[in-house]
């Protein structure tokens, strides 16, 4: 029998991947392109690899509890000077005092989040958030400090339990995987760790029980925030001979909706939302977090893309975009990838509203019926309109370099894409 108060987390899909404000100096270094674009990229990655697998091969003791200054609980890995945290809140006692009724199907009302947030010598930026959800009836006087405490904690160990087995999962799995089998089997693991993740009849006070589960993120657009966990699960399992890794970073005073257009060549792709579609880049603002989450009071926000090929032989080619949008006259841009087996790999950036098809066409180089492709073989490069900058760098033309995820060689390419508008300076 379910118990009359249900917590359930779920993932906040409004909230973007974001990165403390110091990361303009990390930006301004890395958009010289070559070895600081690794830099930049694996500075991160590897933490993260590591993390992975600390998590994947331990058990329960890896996992160290904490305080924050508010009192609120936090659970974290610790290697090094590098920190995986999950931190919890509750924003909202309304709900949770009154209840919110005894409708079928319940109502839910969100009370409280969960984030998980990794800490590197970049600074701290959320991978996973939560909104915290309740459906019951209200607690009354019950409705105090140690209530509350056991209600932190539960959905703390449901946001770590569903961490944990994601991780595990994807560790045991067989890897090399065709990309369709990969995304099939990483919605799978976070399925299944959902499922598994939750606690039911948990007490909370004296004769009070509560049920805890967490829904899956599988539908969050993996280039996201709320699920970078299960971006990274896919590239663990995905097989993979020549791989392009992209961030876009919005160091602006508005929102952005960006996006991956078309991919006319490769084999896999993943995004802030599906091919053709865009996604909300937040603006530079506060950071979307619980209190001592960021030691920032300003984020800056980004989108994780990646690109795989099988063959190294082959090419990837794609464009992206940013939608324009005429309240704030953001003229929009494309911009044009392509990852060469065979030659250089070239790069074209514009602002430009252009059909990405016609862009595409203008823009696809080693194509004869094509013969002054605007795709140039270049480390970096930039555009300018009116305040707004656009730039890109990467790490290498061609060949085969450490990859930013485990430093293994292969044929692994960075690319960094950075707009600004001069509301915040790269420093």
Known sequence: MASPHQFKLSPSPGISTGAPLTLTQELAAALQGGTPIYDFFSGDGQALQTFYQTIATGDDTVWLDG????????????????????????????????????????????VGSTVVVLTTDFGSQQLVVHTIEYAGEGFGSLLAAPLIGKILM?????????????????????????????????????????????????????????????????????????????????????????NNYVRFYNVTAEDIQFGICIVPQGESSKGPAAVGQTATITHVSPAKAPPGVMPQDTAIYYSQLAFNNSNPLTSIGYILEALSDSTTSFPGFRVGIYVDGNNDNTLYVQFTDDDCNDFWSNFEPYNDNNPNPTGQSTLTMKATSGNYTLQIATNQLNGQSPSPLDATQGYNFEHLIVLTDGSVPLS
Do not use: C, W
């Open 154 to 242: 539960y959905g703390l160990r449901t946001a770590k339990n569903y961490v944990v087995s994601m991780v595990k999962s994807a560790f045991n799995a067989p890897a090399e995987q065709p990309a369709g089998e990969a995304d099939d089997n990483t919605d799978e693991i976070d399925s299944n760790a959902a499922d598994g993740a939750g606690t039911e009849g948990a007490e909370i006070a004296e004769g009070v029980t509560a049920d805890f589960t967490i829904s899956a993120g599988a539908g969050i657009a993996a280039g996201v925030g709320v699920v970078v966990i299960l971006f990274f699960v896919f590239l663990q399992l995905i097989g993979k001979q020549i």
């Open 67 to 110: 305080t924050l200054s508010n009192g609120n609980p936090v659970k974290y890995v610790a290697v090094g000077n590098n920190y995986f945290s999950i931190y919890t809140q509750i924003t909202d006692q309304t709900p949770l005092q009154n209840g919110t009724g005894n409708g079928d199907p319940p109502t839910y009302k969100a």
